[in-house]
């Protein structure tokens, strides 16, 4: 789940999932910058908690990383469940989305 390179100086940002601690990290040119704790419940993913580095606020990458974040759930074949008030307000705002949530 990394973005591709361009050209440009722009920052390379990545999501990865992290089985281990139950977060998607978000890494900006190789730093932490954000995470969204998740647990898992019967094929769904209870999203409860997304946090961004407030030097990083304001600049979308939240929102990059919840899309990515449930990129990943829908490849799983698994349904979000949306805890965090973040998560459902980005749902809310991107109904596209709204495929990977539970009804």
């Not at 030097?55 to 949306?82: K, M, Q, W």
């Amino acid at each position: 789940m990394t973005e591709p390179s361009t050209p440009t100086d722009e920052p390379t940002r990545t999501v990865t999932r992290d089985d281990a601690n139950s977060r998607y990290l978000l890494t900006v040119d190789r730093r932490e910058v954000g995470h969204v704790e998740y647990a898992l419940d019967d094929g769904r993913v209870l999203f409860l908690h997304t946090e961004v580095a407030k030097d990083a606020g304001g600049s979308g990458l939240g929102s990059f990383l919840v899309r990515e974040a449930l990129a990943d759930v829908r490849e799983r074949a698994l349904t979000v469940v949306p805890v965090c008030t973040f998560v459902a307000e980005y749902l809310r705002r991107h109904p596209a989305e709204a495929d990977a949530a539970e009804a």
